[in-house]
């Protein structure tokens, strides 16, 4: 299973960016797709998750701002629909694959960059 994130980049705070991952390999069965971030110094932490369902889960820092959503006609694409960007939120965001069985895979990362 391959990951491939895009769409990070340099914005003003208050600004928007959109991030794509896109899944592709042998995936039989997807529990849930999400963004894990990681500023420069701290832990990688939850952004945001969307499960198979449709279920959301998003860390309390960017609820309200970040939406997470899934192409349905391909259920394996997942976007990050990041609004009123803060400087805060400058890191590198991950793509999050966990399958049915557990398994778990990441994308390379995308660099946001939010400048005040």
């Known amino acids: 299973v391959q990951l491939q994130a895009s769409g990070g980049g340099l914005v003003q705070a208050g600004g928007s960016l959109r991030l794509s991952c896109a899944a592709s390999?042998?995936?039989?069965?997807?529990?849930?797709m999400g963004w894990h971030r990681q500023a420069p110094g701290k832990q990688r932490e939850l952004a945001a998750v969307?499960?198979?369902?449709?279920?959301?889960?998003y860390a309390d820092s960017v609820k309200g701002r970040f939406t997470i959503t899934r192409d349905n006609a391909r259920g394996t694409v997942v976007y990050l629909q990041m609004n009123d960007l803060k400087s805060e939120d400058t890191a590198v965001y991950y793509c999050?694959?966990?399958?049915?069985?557990?398994?778990?895979?990441w994308g390379q990362g995308t660099q946001v960059t939010v400048s005040s």
């Open positions: 999050k694959l966990v399958s049915r069985a557990g398994s778990v895979y």
């Open positions: 390999g042998s995936i039989f069965s997807i529990n849930s």
């Open positions: 969307i499960l198979t369902g449709g279920s959301t889960n």
